[in-house]
């Protein structure tokens, strides 16, 4: 079985056209989703070089919808290719005897058995636009999900995944825009300029008159949380990872049904059961405050990151964390300073004086106070900062995954940066302190882990040093989260290793693939590294042999 070609069908010249008119091209992100999966791909700047890279498997991830492209595309699938659509491909509606229907925004998606983690639970997007078919259409195949403004399948009247036979070849269209609902989901749908909308239940008071991170999600208070059992609310769904999951999913086994092979890099390296992070933030500096997370440190075994917040701790602590091998990071306040660049830069260097010859990494804003879009990527960018871990709750009532998602990604940028991709790597939290009484309690410890291990994400939990010095209920949660990570082969990582090994993971291509025979370029420097196979159609999954990695049997080659 050999290697599937797979190319992404993006207009270039149609997008600059866009973004000088103020319009975000979010389809862009494919590359990125494609990316952090781990797929072989090739880009091509237009429908018309379709037909002469003649891939095996295309994503028409941003075309324009003429009749030239529209002919070009058909041509494609006729031919034999496999063109898979995301929530476009109007310029087909016509020739393929279906209608456009009312765009649903935002509404949930009961997908097919088997098509990503969610295990047929409704999946949030943010815009759908779907298709009624006509009674005499030869080209459907197969009409797969629904989609509907509600998660209850009562509201569901319209197809999430129309496959279409044409010629020698297949044209597979979602209805959900899933590029934009990712991003819409991960960094919000618009610049953070207002404060948020409030929980129903009083929970979640973003509205305080602190710009923040969570005051731009959008998940919904009531639809997309679950209690645990002590009742304390958590945003419990992945969306944004279990749409890359379906989507990945999807084009893997477009390629099978092709009898082609699509090998993936796995997200950790071989032997990893699952990546946690404990992150802390020096608020109040008090050095016993820093000996005391030492020591639970030490006890449980753990190298953590430590996010510095001016004026910091006595040279001795810093000396201690570098010692017992956590990472030092920045921590920026905008809290009692002004959001700003000036302010960003000043303490910065402040740090980079405090502790000289340090890398710093890591950042993440006290409070998560967050202005506008990319601003704060921009300004890591500036100094070196390569990852980011200010998107998180700032609030008892949205902790979990208040922005869809457990890994580790890199954003995109607004249309007035031509929505490139920011060099750095966002690496959010779960929660902050737990059993404080006005945060959330550690009932949620196990929730949250399963969640990171549904999606091969990361569990990371913010501990304060002040509350670690302070309250036992806090060191006790710490213990708890130690051992629940423990029990499950999970590994402690600081936010620098993931940075580290995601970046590495980044630079590895997959050569070739042929028949078991498998060809690697740059991996000189992740090592460890997992490829995944899916397992060829009609062969039998072997246990211990094969797993489930997005929704399909794979086995691994090394």
């Known amino acids: 079985m050999r290697m599937a070609k797979l190319a992404v069908v993006f207009d270039r010249k149609e997008a600059e056209s866009r973004r000088s008119q103020g319009v975000n091209v979010f389809e862009a992100y494919i590359g990125e989703v494609l990316g952090r999966a781990g797929l072989p791909f090739e880009w091509i700047d237009s429908p018309e070089q379709l037909n002469t890279v003649n891939p095996d498997v295309a994503i028409a991830a941003f075309v324009r919808e003429g009749a030239t492209s529209a002919s070009e595309l058909w041509k494609y699938a006729e031919n034999g290719g496999a063109l898979i659509g995301l929530g476009n491909l109007g310029g087909l509606v016509k020739k393929l005897k279906a209608t456009a229907l009312q765009p649903i925004q935002p509404g949930y998606a009961i997908l097919p058995e088997g ?30 999900g629904t989609i509907g403004s509600l998660p209850s399948s009562d509201s569901h009247r319209a197809d999430a995944i129309l496959e279409f036979k044409v010629g020698a070849g297949t044209i597979d269209r979602w209805s959900v825009d899933i590029l934009n609902t990712i991003v819409g989901l991960q960094q919000g749908a618009h610049p953070v300029f207002e404060d948020g909308i409030p929980a129903p239940d009083g929970t979640g008071a973003v509205d305080d008159g602190l710009l923040k991170a969570d005051d731009g999600t959008t998940l919904d208070w009531e639809l997309d949380r679950i209690t645990t059992s002590t009742g304390q609310p958590y945003f419990a769904y992945p969306y944004a990872d279990l749409w890359r999951e379906a989507l990945v999913g999807h084009i893997l086994r477009t390629a099978l049904k092709k009898g082609l092979a699509l090998p993936f890099i796995g997200y950790w390296p071989d032997g990893v059961g699952g990546v946690a992070v404990i992150s802390h933030d020096s608020d109040g500096n008090e050095d016993e405050a820093g000996l005391a ?15 510095m917040i001016e004026p910091g701790y006595s040279p001795s602590i810093y000396e201690a ?16 300073f002004p959001w700003s660049e000036e302010q960003f830069t000043s303490q910065f260097k402040w740090l980079q004086d405090a502790i000289p010859n340090v890398p710093l990494v890591s950042n993440k804003n006290h409070y998560t106070r967050l202005e506008g879009w ?9 100094k070196g900062i390569q990852s980011d871990q200010t998107r998180g709750p700032s609030k008892r009532g949205n902790v979990g995954v208040p922005f869809g998602t457990c890994h580790p990604y890199f954003p995109i940028a607004w249309c007035d940066e031509q929505n490139r991709i920011y060099n750095v790597l966002e690496n959010g939290f779960m929660t902050q302190d737990m059993d404080l009484g006005s945060w959330a309690d550690s009932s949620i410890i196990r929730p949250f882990f399963d969640i990171a291990e549904s999606v091969d994400g990361i569990a990371h939990f913010l501990f304060h040093q002040f509350h670690i010095y302070r309250r ?31 970046r590495a993971r980044r630079k590895v291509q997959i050569v070739s693939y042929q028949d078991g025979q498998l060809e690697l370029a740059g991996h000189e ?13 009609g062969e039998e999954p072997v246990a211990g042999e094969t797993v489930i990695k997005f929704g399909v049997h794979c086995c691994k080659v090394t």
């Open 321 to 336: 964390v570098k010692a017992d091998g956590h990472e030092l990071g920045f921590h920026y306040n905008a809290i009692d």
């Open 374 to 382: 990319g601003e704060l990527f921009r300004w890591c960018e500036d």
């Open 115 to 144: 098509s990503s983690a969610a295990d047929g639970r409704p999946l949030r997007f943010l815009k759908a636009t779907p298709w009624a078919l006509a009674a005499d259409n030869e080209f459907s195949a197969a009409s797969l």
């Open 293 to 307: 997370t030492l020591e639970i440190l030490k006890e449980c075994d753990i190298r953590s990151t430590w996010c």
């Open 525 to 537: 420097e992740a090592a460890g590294l997992a490829v995944w196979v899916p397992l060829p159609a």
């Open 472 to 502: 036992e209920e806090v060191r006790a949660a710490f213990r708890a989260v130690a051992k629940e990570a423990r029990d499950r082969g999970f590994e402690f990582w600081t936010g620098q290793q993931v940075n580290d090994w995601e």
